[in-house]
C-alpha cells in the first residue's frame, strides 16, 4: 500500500507565498504522473497542476504563471510552489498519484490533504 504524505500548508496573506510537498512512501515499482488537486468549502475538487514522469506539466487556467508543480523522482516526492496567492486560492489542497505496483498494476491514490488559506 502507498501512502502520500503532504506537508507546507498554512495561513497566509494575500500576495503571499507557500510550498506544499508530497511524498510517497510504501512499496511500489514506480510512481508514474503526480499532481494537486484543491476543494474549496461548497465547491467540487478541482485539478490544480499535473506532472508526468518526464516532467511535462499541465495547469488549470486559474493558477497558470502563479504555481509552478516539480518532482523529484529520486525522493518520491512533488511540489507546489504558489506565489502571488489570492482569497480565492483557499482550499484544501491534495496530492494524488499514479501508482505501478509491484505487480505492474496501475492505481491512483490519494493524500489526506492540506488546508491552504489565504486571508488578511
Known amino acids: 500500500q502507498v501512502q502520500l504524505v503532504e506537508s507546507g500548508g498554512g495561513l497566509v496573506q494575500p500576495g503571499g507565498s507557500l510550498r506544499l510537498s508530497c511524498t510517497a512512501s510504501?512499496?511500489?515499482?514506480?510512481?508514474?504522473?503526480m499532481g494537486w488537486y484543491r476543494q474549496a468549502p461548497g465547491k467540487e475538487r478541482e485539478l490544480v497542476a499535473t506532472?508526468?514522469?518526464?516532467?511535462?506539466?499541465n495547469y488549470a487556467d486559474s493558477v497558470k504563471g502563479r504555481f509552478t508543480i516539480s518532482r523529484d523522482n529520486a525522493k518520491n516526492t512533488v511540489y507546489l510552489q504558489l506565489n502571488s496567492l489570492k482569497p480565492e486560492d483557499t482550499a484544501v489542497y491534495y496530492c494524488?498519484?499514479?501508482?505501478?505496483?509491484?505487480?505492474?498494476?496501475?492505481?491512483?491514490?490519494w493524500g489526506q490533504g492540506t488546508q491552504v488559506t489565504v486571508s488578511s
Open positions: 494524488n498519484a499514479e501508482v505501478i505496483s509491484t505487480g505492474f498494476n496501475e492505481y491512483r491514490t
Open positions: 506532472i508526468t514522469s518526464g516532467s511535462s506539466t
Open positions: 510504501g512499496r511500489f515499482f514506480r510512481i508514474a504522473d
